[in-house]
């Protein structure tokens, strides 16, 4: 008996280390691909390696720097030779901390930031401007090699235009020196003129109705073409 059990523990102990593989593996390549961008770890004595360490239930993976629900909280690509940050940089609209030092980057990233309403700082290479204007941060520091946008602002709040959205809308951030105008409830359409809700089930029956109606006019046309024939 007491080689058997000796034979079962041998074979759970390999058998264990495979089942952990197999989900460390699947965890890793459920990753979002910003993460992976660049093929080199985050550096140790990097802004976001910090931040990270010093912020209980956050971990470090590759680039990023995630919560427990694997939502990016920290980027840092710097020294990746990006040029532009490309289609997969809004995955880190999350982010609360950037590094994108020592990159060619184009100097205009207005648009960049859409969407990015939690960055509160955002290092660049030092002839990259902060996105938004100085205007759009409460403090930007000017260093040798770099500069750091802190403390992003509601540009709702700064713009001191009270009429910049529609009566029946309201001013929302959209990222650093951003912003979008969004319809009361009950109100949509073109400046938030139309009242009440925009009703997707008769949109969608009416559409269906007329791409049905087609399909079957048609449908009738070639086949009497093909009994002509």
């Known amino acids: 008996m007491a080689l058997h059990g000796s034979g079962d523990s041998s074979f759970l ?7 952990l593989l197999a989900l460390g593996a699947e965890r890793a390549l459920a990753l979002p691909e910003i993460c992976i961008l660049c093929p080199e770890s985050v550096r140790n004595l990097s802004e976001v390696t910090l931040y990270c360490k ?3 239930g956050l971990m470090l993976h590759n680039r990023c720097c995630l919560n427990q629900e694997g ?6 690509l710097q020294n990746c030779s990006l040029k532009d940050l490309g289609p997969k940089f809004p995955q ?10 020592a ?5 205009d990233l207005a648009n960049t930031f859409r969407g990015f309403t939690q960055l509160q700082t955002l290092i660049l290479p030092q002839d990259v401007s902060c996105p938004g204007g100085i205007n759009a941060w409460n403090t930007v520091t000017f260093y040798i090699n770099n500069q750091i946008c802190q403390g992003q602002r509601n540009f709702c709040n700064t713009t001191g235009d009270q009429e910049i ?8 951030p ?3 020196g951003l912003l979008q105008c969004v319809c009361a409830d009950g109100f949509h359409g073109y400046k938030c003129m139309r009242q009440g809700y925009f009703s997707l089930l008769m949109f969608f ?15 009738g046309t070639q086949r009497r073409k093909a009994k002509a024939s």
């Open 71 to 76: 939502t990016i909280v920290g980027l840092d």
């Open 205 to 219: 029956g009416i559409l269906g109705s007329t791409t049905l109606s087609i399909s079957v006019l048609l449908w």
């Open 13 to 19: 102990v390999p058998w264990a280390a495979a089942v």
């Open 174 to 176: 959209d990222g650093p």
């Open 92 to 101: 880190a609209h999350t982010a609360v901390i950037i590094d994108l030092q």
């Open 165 to 172: 959205c529609p009566e029946n809308g309201s001013c929302v």
């Open 54 to 56: 010093q912020t209980p």
């Open 103 to 107: 990159n060619p980057l184009k100097d």
